[in-house]
């Protein structure tokens, strides 16, 4: 199955989610860096139809949304496995995911991270500290339900780590490197502990922003 082929902007924690879980299960593949301004234009607009990242191509299957890929990773590479067996821990899991997509990124890392990370590294554009500002009481509702969800557990489902925890880990280690992390995680020790489980993973390890350029360009 080495013709797994991962097309995402290096740096992104969705494309980051799926290259995280391709490691989990030892699968190896190929990245291909997708240029932001070229997003909606050929070629790439051939592969996904919205111009969003990551697309995963295997042979002649294509497939975007992140938790599409994820979980079709799962059932063709189902060992080591990344939900939990349990029926209620699994639908955590695909609860959690479901936050990560619709409140933790978006109007959270989608605000704080692009105005932080993505705006100054790739863009050239000073912060708007007015957005950040703005995104602030809907971050620390996200924060606090996922402290909650995760209570005293060494991962968001139980003492395994799930797709769950590899979604929320790219876009939490995304803010962790925002001024923003101190407030949002101050109260929420859990929190932190638990993404330093994370970023303890190989898989993390070898996906960090740094390391995905460095794949991007000797591919």
């Not at 919205?50 to 590479?77: C, N, S, W």
């Not at 995104?135 to 924060?143: I, K, L, Q, Y």
């Amino acid at each position: 199955m080495s013709d797994f082929v991962v097309h995402s902007i290096p740096g992104s924690p969705f494309g980051r989610a799926v290259l995280a879980t391709l490691a989990e299960k030892s699968a190896p593949y190929r990245f291909r860096a997708v240029n932001p301004q070229a997003r909606h234009e050929e070629p790439y607009r051939s592969l996904n139809a919205f111009g969003r990242v990551p697309t995963f191509e295997h042979g002649d299957f294509v497939l975007y949304e992140t938790q599409a890929i994820l979980r079709h990773l799962e059932r063709i590479l189902p060992a080591p496995p990344l939900t939990p067996s349990d029926p209620r821990q699994a639908a955590r899991m695909d609860q959690i995911m479901g936050i990560c997509d619709w409140y933790l990124y978006q109007g959270v890392n989608s605000v704080i991270g692009f105005h932080r990370l993505v705006g100054p590294r790739l863009l050239g554009l000073a912060p708007d500290e007015a957005a950040i500002a703005a995104a602030m009481p809907r971050a620390h509702r996200v924060f606090a339900e996922l402290s909650r969800l995760l209570g005293a557990q060494p991962y968001l489902t139980g003492i395994a780590a799930s797709l769950a925890d590899l979604m929320v880990a790219a876009q939490m280690d995304f803010l962790a490197q925002t001024p923003e992390w101190t407030p949002l995680t101050q109260e929420r020790a859990n929190l932190v502990g638990w993404l330093e489980r994370m970023n303890g993973r190989p898989s993390m390890q070898v996906t960090s922003w740094e390391r995905v350029v460095a794949l991007a360009r000797a591919t």
